[in-house]
């Protein structure tokens, strides 16, 4: 063989050999890429950044409710009702605390919202809580995405002034599951 045809075959080697890697390396690539999709989705990405927090039983707790026609919410979906109701409350004192309104998106929808947000004055910053919900579930749809409750007298206090003003309040509430979101649609409270 001559030196020329010894060159020409080692340079076929050294490209085969890095044709073999490059191959490796792009199968694998493309692999992982569709195992990627493949997955579904990740589970912690269902309460997007959200988390869980089931309230005290001082701030928010079920009542027993009396029997409902067809399907009864599971104990996993009125934990995830519960947290979004507090969750609603929590983001109108943030509103009343800082003026900023954006947050109530996340939880009150509809007429609820023009509620929340013409309730928070932008003017006066003040310090607004609520305590001991009461929720009674009246009324769930048979897919699971809309919900009617009662809250029985709860308390509302707003600091005004250095004064603290604390009403009891119940509220018939109508709340939907909007993109994996459980927000306040409507709301009518009675003092």
Same mark, same amino acid.
């Given at each position: 063989?001559?030196?020329?045809?010894? #060159? &020409?075959?080692?340079?076929? /080697?050294?490209?085969? *050999?890095?044709?073999?890697?490059?191959?490796?390396?792009?199968?694998? !690539?493309?692999?992982?890429?569709?195992? @990627?999709?493949?997955?579904?989705? =990740?589970? *912690?990405?269902?309460?997007?950044?959200?988390?869980?927090? #089931?309230?005290?039983? =001082?701030?928010?707790?079920?009542?027993?409710?009396?029997? /409902? =026609?067809? #399907?009864?919410?599971?104990?996993?979906?009125?934990?995830?009702?519960?947290?979004? @109701?507090?969750?609603?409350? /929590?983001?109108?004192?943030?509103? @009343?605390?800082?003026?900023?309104?954006?947050?109530? &998106?996340?939880?009150?929808?509809?007429? +609820? @919202?023009?509620?929340?947000?013409?309730?928070?004055?932008?003017?006066?910053?003040?310090?607004?809580?609520?305590?001991?919900? &009461? /929720?009674?579930?009246?009324?769930? !749809?048979?897919?699971?995405?809309? #919900?009617?409750?009662?809250?029985?007298?709860?308390?509302?206090?707003?600091?005004?002034?250095?004064?603290?003003?604390?009403? %009891?309040? !119940? +509220?018939?509430?109508?709340?939907?599951? =909007?993109?994996?979101?459980? %927000?306040?649609?409507?709301?009518?409270?009675?003092?």
């Amino acid at each position: 063989m001559s030196r020329k045809a010894r #060159i &020409k075959f080692g340079i076929f /080697l050294v490209g085969l *050999a890095m044709m073999l890697v490059a191959g490796a390396v792009g199968f694998a !690539s493309l692999s992982s890429f569709i195992a @990627y999709f493949q997955q579904g989705a =990740d589970p *912690a990405s269902i309460f997007r950044g959200h988390t869980l927090i #089931i309230p005290q039983t =001082d701030q928010a707790r079920w009542l027993p409710s009396r029997e /409902l =026609d067809g #399907i009864e919410p599971k104990q996993s979906e009125r934990e995830a009702i519960i947290t979004a @109701y507090w969750q609603a409350w /929590l983001s109108l004192e943030r509103a @009343y605390l800082t003026g900023n309104i954006d947050d109530l &998106k996340t939880y009150w929808a509809g007429s +609820a @919202y023009d509620f929340a947000v013409s309730s928070v004055s932008l003017d006066t910053l003040k310090d607004f809580a609520t305590m001991d919900h &009461k /929720l009674e579930l009246t009324f769930y !749809s048979d897919d699971g995405s809309v #919900i009617a409750l009662q809250d029985s007298l709860f308390s509302i206090t707003q600091t005004i002034h250095q004064t603290d003003i604390t009403a %009891r309040v !119940s +509220a018939t509430v109508v709340m939907t599951l =909007d993109q994996g979101f459980w %927000r306040i649609r409507q709301i009518t409270m009675s003092f």
